[in-house]
């Protein structure tokens, strides 16, 4: 490897690395009997959606209509109970299954815009861009809402595969491109519009009437309650009896779990689905554990009727860094700075993007970083106007390169961007929006302290570049938490403690309304910030016009 890095020309510093595998990307999950359980029935529940789900047009409308609830309903009522929440859901499943069996085509008409909206979700995602053209969303939902309306059976074959197609990407993060989900969305189409007009041909298929639907209209609904009701009961016991309840695994998490159990937070037994919560609590990335005051039978038992969702209450706790903490996200911001110190010496015209994210990864492992807090963005000219660009194979030429990075120490992360002009040397465009991000961060970050509100502070950003003529040219909002994930769960109000970034940009494609002299060009800075008592510091120190 030494030897391949010599002839792409990398720096004598980093040409002595020998590089035996790839740094992983994020927390890795711990192994769970359970979580292999619960990832298999979903791929086999997927699969058959992918495959066979318009046979079954009452399963997959149900299973629809089921998702949509536990979305639009768990997260808030889980926090006070489980059973108020499934109550929540059964009854949203209960209206929109009657609607579903008296005018099928109505709902299935409205389920038939998500799988529009899914490709062109996932087509964003890889683009990495933020640009949501709305003319073009808005006709791709009306187009499936036209298309359910008009061949309502047919539309079957776009739902289910939507369904099956977003499931297997959910479970299985490694499947998260954009053609890998297209083609399995294509695969499905395929299979069951020819499993379709072969069904239809060889047996007919009836259609009610609406007097016939009436007639079973009771027995259908109370049919289809029933089964999701036992599903989500069923659910919740399974959780109950196989849901792994984990022990500290040394002093440090003993101390972080008694102090939680002291603020009463595990008064009501619950459920953790998220290997950060859990790695922040035992040291131990578990996906899905049960905690409570103690291990016994009793809690168990009790999580199925008094049994709340400890996450919400949980995220403040996590949201304020101890001293440990900060000490690994101190290193992991250093490492950082370090690898842009690496990636100055080497931008310019005629090296490939790979080139400098390679670079990055050398510095990571040569420093001791752990992995990679989230896939590096190294986007150049026009691969600078997308945010979350990570195709990282382009040879750049003009404008500026944005570099979007991190590393993880011990499963902590930091989180650093800076904007690179690709001849070296500033256009005259180029220094006036730089200057300009700069002034909008540094009023930022002059306001960064305890009480401060990242809304608020991202409202100051916004007349900033308001007041210049970029406003819409602003695409994202100005920071969020670190920690554990580089997304750390959101908490509006700073305290001491807290670890955020601050990272304003602007983003101004070829044709766009503002002078000629300033297309094609995408920047951002980017710093993470611990919050002190009165005011804030840096965890992560590069120039911030390099």
Known sequence: MSV???????????????????????LE????????????????????????????????????????????????????NYLLSIGAILIFFIIFMGAYLIVPRVITALMNALPFVLIYGAYLLFKGSFSVNYILLFGLMAGGVAIGAVLPRFSLVFISTGLGTLLLTIIWESMQTFWLFAGLMAFGVIIQAVDF???????????????????????????????????????????????????????YHAAHLEKINKAGLFNHPGFIFSKEYNFYLFGEAIPVSLVGKDNSFFTRLKVLFIGRSPS????????IKDDYELGKMRQAGYITSQAFKAVG??????????????????????????????????????????????????VMKEGFVVVDIGCMVDGYSSDMTRTFPVMRTYTEAEMELMKLVVKAKEAAVKELKPGASLRELNKKVIEIFKKA???????????????????????????????????????????????????????????TY????????PLTNYAQIP
């Open 4 to 26: 391949t890095l010599m002839m792409f020309g990398m720096p004598a510093l980093l040409a002595d690395t020998v590089i035996q595998e790839s740094l992983p990307v994020g």
């Open 29 to 80: 999950a711990s192994f769970s009997l359970l979580y292999l359980f619960i990832k298999t029935f979903f791929t086999l529940v997927a699969i058959i959606l992918l495959i066979f789900g318009h046979r079954f047009p009452r399963f997959t409308t149900g299973f629809f209509l089921m998702l949509i609830g536990v979305v639009l309903l768990n997260a808030r009522l889980s926090s006070i």
């Open 197 to 251: 007009f072969y069904v239809a041909k060889k047996h007919k298929l009836p259609v009610q009437k609406f007097q016939e639907r009436k007639s079973t209209f009771c027995k259908d609904l109370t049919m289809s309650a029933g089964v999701c009701a036992l599903v989500l009961i069923a659910v919740l016991g399974f959780l109950a009896i196989f849901s792994p309840q984990l022990m500290p695994g040394d002093e």
């Open 312 to 319: 919400k209450p949980l995220t403040k706790y996590r949201a």
């Open 345 to 394: 010496e080497v931008v310019k015209p005629g090296i490939n993007e790979k080139e400098l994210a390679d670079i990055i990864e050398q510095t990571f492992i040569k420093n001791g970083a752990t992995g990679f807090a989230f896939k590096s963005t190294v986007g150049s000219g026009a691969n600078a106007l997308l945010p979350h660009y990570e195709l990282n194979n382009a």
């Open 469 to 527: 003529g970029f406003e819409k040219y602003y695409l994202h909002s100005l920071g969020h938490h670190v920690g554990i994930e580089v997304h750390d769960p959101h908490v509006d109000k700073l305290e001491p403690g807290m670890v955020v970034t601050i990272e304003p940009g602007l983003y101004i494609s070829e044709g766009s309304t503002v002078d000629k002299k300033y297309w094609n060009l995408g920047l951002r800075i980017e710093d």
């Open 530 to 537: 611990v919050i002190t008592k009165d005011g804030c510091q």
